[in-house]
């Protein structure tokens, strides 16, 4: 900008954005808008000025989306683990500082990567990877678990399966806050080493005291928020829910899950049955597309400590529908009673367009009845039968 003046012209200095006068916490809280739109939003921040990218920088590692396209089955295995061993990579050598600011990772299954990876890991990587390894496991916490870890790094090391980068990802990321994630069950891959993870970090709080001290840090910590979704409907039958997910609802900073395709009937929800009544700080339960027996509801809103809020839409699967023994209005009322002084919302959608066989035959459970007026707390109700 030029200034005049008689005699002489003057440079002035150019004016500030009114967006780097502002203090650090609101510049951060104004970039912190960009991250649900994409990680491309964040990144063209990192590259505007030096004061932003300090701003800017912790923010862009707040979400993972793992680069699988979860409803091709011709898609690379190579080009999705590369995202896995690329970012990882990044906030564990290059940027450790920035593994704390991950809250959401968003990953899903992919075949076995038949081509070496690109860019395989290094000895310098391996060495923090075994570290972690090390840190994480004792004959204490895991059963075999030196041959447990030897597989860990070996897989680690081959780039042989994206589970052993998945988990890699929720012992370093220390702060996460949410995990979506699909198909594990389906293919076996969950109790391997994510489903190890989450089993130990739901028997944290019972592990003897000196244990919990040999370890630096209790894994998934600060995570409230589980979501899940079967890649594809033929998936709806292979998922064996019940072993999977008890673990989950019994994580100490559990709040929210949220299952979308998921079976749970009387012959598969014996797992559930063993979690204490009241022993899980779900308070949010979202069910959609799912089939629940008359029983297997109960057991899973009966280990829920308070629930605030419950949702489930039905949805007609084969060898799943019509069941003699799948839930009713009766029996989801029957489920949430001992909510009744928590729960704010209620959301039920028994596709009423459907053929129910059962419901034939057993007229007083095809209405909540009376006992509705004991949820006194409920704010929204929302029922399709």
């Not at 940027?95 to 890991?121: D, F």
């Not at 100490?252 to 079976?263: A, D, H, L």
């Amino acid at each position: 900008m030029w200034k005049f003046i008689v005699g002489k012209i003057e440079h002035s200095p150019k004016p500030r954005s009114a967006l780097l006068e502002l203090p650090p916490k609101l510049q951060t809280a104004i970039i912190s808008h960009l991250i649900p739109d994409a990680t491309s939003s964040i990144q063209s921040v990192l590259l505007t000025c030096k004061q932003l990218y300090e701003f800017a920088l912790p923010l862009s590692v707040h979400t993972f989306r793992y680069s699988g396209c979860p409803y091709l089955d011709d898609r690379p295995p190579t080009d999705v683990y590369r995202s896995y061993v690329q970012f990882l990579r990044y906030i564990t050598v290059q940027k450790p500082e920035l593994a704390q600011h991950v809250k959401v990772l968003i990953v899903g299954w992919v075949a076995k990567c038949e081509s070496p990876l690109p860019t395989p890991p290094g000895m310098e990587e391996l060495a923090i990877y075994k570290t972690n390894i090390d840190a994480i496991s004792t004959e204490d916490t895991h059963e075999n678990s030196e041959a447990w870890k030897k597989l860990w790094y070996d897989e680690l090391a081959s780039g042989d399966g994206a589970d052993a980068f998945i988990a890699m990802l929720l012992v370093v990321c220390k702060r996460l806050e949410e995990l979506c994630f699909s198909s594990y069950h389906q293919h076996g891959v969950y109790n391997k080493h994510t489903g190890r993870i989450i089993h130990m970090a739901a028997r944290w709080p019972s592990l003897p005291p000196q244990v919990r001290r040999s370890i630096p840090f209790a894994p998934l910590a600060c995570l409230h928020t589980v979501y899940e979704e079967a890649e594809k409907y033929t998936h709806f039958h292979e998922r064996d829910w019940s072993k999977c997910v008890p673990p989950i609802f019994s994580l100490p900073s559990i709040r929210s899950y949220e299952s979308v395709m998921s079976s749970l009937i009387n012959e598969t929800h014996e797992t559930f049955k063993l979690l204490p009544k009241g022993s899980s700080n779900v308070q949010d339960l979202v069910f959609r597309g799912a089939c629940f027996s008359d029983t297997a509801v109960k057991s899973v809103a009966f280990a829920c400590k308070s629930l605030r809020s419950f949702e489930y839409i039905r949805t007609r699967v084969r060898d799943r529908s019509d069941r003699e023994d799948e839930m009713m209005p009766r029996d989801l009322l029957e489920a949430v009673l001992p909510h009744a002084g928590t729960l704010e919302s209620l959301y039920v959608d028994f596709e009423d367009d459907s053929f129910k066989k059962r419901w034939s035959e057993n007229v007083d459970k095809t209405y909540m009845g009376v006992d509705l007026r004991e949820m006194t707390a409920l704010k929204s109700l929302v029922a399709g039968m």
